[in-house]
């Protein structure tokens, strides 16, 4: 029988450190450093995600996080080249396309638009769409990419950063004018370029939890001539409305995708062993409902892979999109044996109870949607940086799951446990914890390098205790 698999199964880095082994301090969210640990996590982690089945990374802040300087062929020194040469080496030599995460109009451009009222409209961090001045920078920016470096394609990100509302622009509405810019630089690349593979990226596109009206398709099919995929991560909801879903596939000129329905954006400055969240299962239910409405691409985020949780996910969802009729436990056992080399049936059964168990524990004790009134400082800091539905806010449901605060204003806390679960929750939740633990432990008898894994998962587990203990004793929180 053929294999039911994704044709395009891409990984989604997000930047350049998010998959990072040891967490980052002493710099803002996004840090874009290339330092020796950077190098040696990121050989790992292509290693990883190519014997996992994935075909692309899709990668963001090789070259700048904000900031490309007027003089665009300044953005990087000479030093920094020989290592952005090396780490798509990497890429390569592993067999992975590079899609490079290319902000357009926005993402990139802070400081030409702080710099430059040519370019600037109400927006301090997307240039404004209606003037020519902008356009030539942001085809410089391409020229620049596309002439110095060995990219496969680029991810279009327009919308993430909101847009210019100045008289020009405020003519067109949202889908209108993210699509117009997004096609305008895809005409672009083509022109130059006409082999790179050209993806599209809605964050950001409509308010969290609002659709994409049936009326406008007709804007996005347009655009859809022009790419070859069209990806409604679903960071707080898909911008289709899942019944629209197959009719839309069916008519959209490009390949259709999502980001898996679920996913954990890693938090920059954490201890790697803090959380332990597998979300395999979830994830797999989406990608095979997705697959069946004609879906062929996605691009799931990655995560440090020393988080034992993450790994595990990661390897089984590269395994899974390569034939969907799979069971996941089957793949869950399939982890245990090649990355956790546990040979006996028994103690592989046991492992897959563990993840099996541990993705339950948190999601049948946690609500999917945001509490509300939760006091600034435990909470993921997101509420203000999105616009979200004004009609429809029970449908912004995470996707997209934060951890800690995304920009690190306040000290480092479990948000998610305050965000997404109350008193009740959080007891019920420690306790299925203490059986995992035991689970954890029984398996601590295999040997060799299996043994300093389980220990993580071990350790894992005891933190994510130690934070629930920890949000327990806080009064304004167990209300
Ligand atoms: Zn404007």
Redesign the pocket.
């Known amino acids: 029988m053929d294999k039911k698999a994704f044709h395009h199964r891409i990984a989604f880095g997000v930047w350049l450190n998010d998959f990072r082994n040891e967490p980052i301090t002493s710099q803002k969210w996004p840090s874009v450093i290339i330092d020796q640990q950077t190098i040696s996590d990121f050989q790992q982690t292509m290693g990883f995600i190519h014997r996992a089945g994935f075909t692309a990374i899709d990668l963001f802040g090789l070259l700048t996080n904000r900031d490309w300087p007027q003089d665009i062929e300044r953005v990087i020194s000479s030093d920094r080249k020989v290592l952005v040469d090396r780490l798509i080496e990497t890429i390569h030599s592993h067999n992975l396309e590079l899609i490079y995460g290319l902000g357009v109009y926005s993402w990139g451009f802070d400081t030409i638009i702080r710099n430059n009222p040519e370019v600037r ?1 109400t927006n301090l961090s997307a240039m ?3 003037r020519e001045k902008a356009r030539v920078l942001m085809e410089k920016v391409i020229d620049f990419v596309g002439e110095n470096f060995a990219v496969d394609g680029y991810h279009l990100e327009v919308a993430d950063q909101g847009r ?1 509302r ?1 008289e ?2 405020s003519k067109e509405d949202d889908i209108a004018y993210y699509n117009r810019l997004n096609q305008q630089t895809a005409i672009y690349i083509r022109t130059r370029w006409p082999e790179k593979l050209l993806l599209v990226n809605t964050s950001g596109y409509l308010p969290w939890g609002d659709w994409i009206p049936a009326e406008d398709f007709h804007s996005v099919f347009d655009l859809g001539r022009t790419i070859d995929i069209f990806i409604d991560g679903g960071n707080h909801g898909q911008f289709i409305y899942e019944k629209d879903r197959q009719q839309f596939i069916a008519q959209l000129p490009c390949q259709y995708g999502t980001s898996g329905g679920f996913w954990i954006y890693p938090p920059q400055r954490w201890d790697r062993l803090r959380w332990f969240l597998p979300y395999f299962l979830r994830s797999a239910a989406h990608l095979r409902q997705l697959y069946w409405d004609g879906s062929r691409s996605c691009e799931l985020y990655l995560g440090p892979l020393n988080n034992p949780g993450t790994e595990v996910t990661l390897f089984c969802l590269g395994r899974f999109l390569q034939d969907v009729d799979q069971k996941p436990l089957d793949l869950l056992e399939a982890a245990a044996e090649e990355i956790y080399q546990i040979h006996n049936p028994r103690q592989r059964q046991i492992f897959v109870e563990l993840f099996h168990d541990a993705e339950m524990a948190f999601f049948n004790h946690s609500f999917p949607h945001r509490l509300t009134n939760l006091p600034e400082k435990y909470s993921d800091g997101i509420d203000t940086l999105f616009q979200w539905s004004k009609v429809h806010q029970e449908r912004a449901i995470p996707g997209e799951f934060f951890l800690d605060s995304l920009l690190g204003e306040y000290p480092p806390f479990p948000v998610y446990l305050a965000l997404h679960m109350n008193r009740e929750g959080r007891l019920r939740y420690r306790k299925e914890l203490g059986k995992l633990l035991k689970m954890a432990k029984s398996l601590l008898v295999i040997g060799g390098e299996s043994w300093y894994r389980m220990r993580s998962i071990e350790r894992c587990i005891q933190n994510v205790i130690q934070d629930l203990d920890m949000i327990h004793a806080i009064p304004e929180l167990n209300i």
Do not use: P
């Open positions: 409209g404004c769409g209606s210019c100045c020009d622009c």
